[in-house]
């Protein structure tokens, strides 16, 4: 059976050239991806089981925003600005947490219910009468697809529906049951010391993978293949090598994970990653889902977030097999954080002339190619002013 999706002929006579180094060290510009990249594009949050019963939250801070994700008394996941209409304080302080019946500003104790509706205000007559929906929670777009939660922070967008976006990979996830899937280890952050496309450009291709990954080479590197991305999706499809398993960790990997019957055979043996435009993943192996995504904090620091999630009925060997994806996984995570410090710090020097991909690398074109059509200021090799960056990015937006 062929395992690919789309049509994946690399084009004859391509531009092998990545983005221009500035792009990686430029504040200017790093405020235009925060426009147009991260706050108009769709998030993975979490997943339906990190919020599971009525009260139950989960937030999110990222390029300025703060999102609260809380599921209603009425079994609805809704999404708002974690911030209170009086004076913009946080309305939940913590990552992750339960309140009982309603939502209290910690700040001056104004109320709202868990559907975003402004229950009251403390001191209600120093205030003239409070429309309840006029000051309601600031909703935010939100759609669930196979269990994950998409949030927006800007209304529209230049995306459609998460359901449209993800269509031509729909009939291969449903296979999964991931929807019905329930938290391994909670969600996970770390920061790396690198501009956030420095990590995108390592996980967008796998020419890398037989070098940097010995794991992965040993797990399955005859077989990887990518996929670049089209219409804002990648995909990258691998199957266990006949003799894998060299290192201790892929060796019991292989010898404990359980034949997984419940999927179809040409995916009993699959891991498969997605990427999602701009910045997120998902990782699919037999015995788990995974999303990841990177979110600059500044020009040279990232900030890494993801969630394994896990069948509610696992064996124990399924268990143990999701423990040991989960090593390999690891250490292939703490090589690529190496390889971007590396990639990275090349941008800085006078010497870097810019990259000169492969065509296992077209997934790293294409992603660019994305960004460019975004921010078309990207297309040029020399850096503009910092101070000329975004009336000079509006100029060519308005001739596309």
Not at 50 to 79: C, S
Request: charged share 25%; with cysteine.
């Amino acid at each position: 059976m062929n395992p690919h999706l789309r049509d994946v002929a690399i084009p004859n006579d391509w531009d092998r050239r990545g983005l221009p180094g500035w792009s990686y060290h430029s504040d200017a510009l790093l405020e235009l991806e925060k426009e147009y990249v991260f706050r108009n594009h769709w998030q993975i949050a979490g997943h339906v089981s990190d919020v599971p019963n009525a009260g139950d939250y989960l937030t999110m801070d990222v390029v300025g925003e703060r999102a609260l994700i809380v599921r209603g008394k009425d079994g609805v996941v809704r999404a708002f600005n974690n911030m209170c209409r009086h004076r913009g304080s946080r309305v939940v302080a913590d990552s992750q947490g339960t309140c009982k019946n309603a939502l209290v500003c910690p700040f001056h104790g104004w109320v709202y219910n868990l559907d975003g509706t402004l229950r009251g205000a403390a001191r209600p007559r120093s205030f003239p009468d409070l429309d309840k929906t006029e000051f309601r929670l600031m909703p935010l777009d939100l759609e669930i697809w196979m269990g994950f939660i998409f949030i927006r922070f800007r209304k529209g967008g230049p995306q459609p529906s998460v359901a449209e976006l993800l269509k031509p990979i729909e009939a291969e996830m449903a296979h999964y049951g991931i929807a019905d899937m329930v938290p391994s280890w909670g969600i996970w952050t770390q920061k790396s010391p690198v501009n956030w496309k420095s990590v995108r450009d390592v996980d967008n291709e796998g020419y890398h993978v037989a070098m940097a990954h010995p794991a992965l080479q040993d797990l399955y590197g005859a077989t990887y293949f990518d996929e670049p991305f089209i219409n804002g999706v990648s995909r990258s499809f691998a199957t266990y090598n006949p003799h894998a398993g060299r290192r201790w960790s892929v060796g019991q990997y292989i010898k404990l994970a359980p034949a997984a019957t419940h999927l179809p055979e040409h995916l009993r043996k699959a891991w498969i990653y997605y990427g999602i435009f701009p910045n997120n993943a998902l990782s699919i192996m037999p015995e788990s889902v995974q999303f990841y995504q990177e979110f600059p904090l500044s020009t040279g620091e990232t900030l890494l977030r993801g969630a394994i999630y896990r069948y509610p009925d696992e064996t124990r060997e399924q268990a143990a097999a999701r423990y040991l994806a989960y090593r390999i996984d690891r250490d292939t995570m703490n090589e690529d954080v190496q390889l971007s410090v590396w990639s990275n710090e090349s941008m800085l020097s006078e010497a870097f002339e810019g990259f000169y991909l492969s065509d296992l690398e077209y997934g790293v074109r294409t992603h660019h190619d994305h960004l460019r059509r975004q921010i078309p200021v990207l297309g040029l090799e020399t850096a503009p002013e910092e101070k000329d960056m975004w009336a000079l990015n509006d100029a060519l937006r308005s001739q596309v």
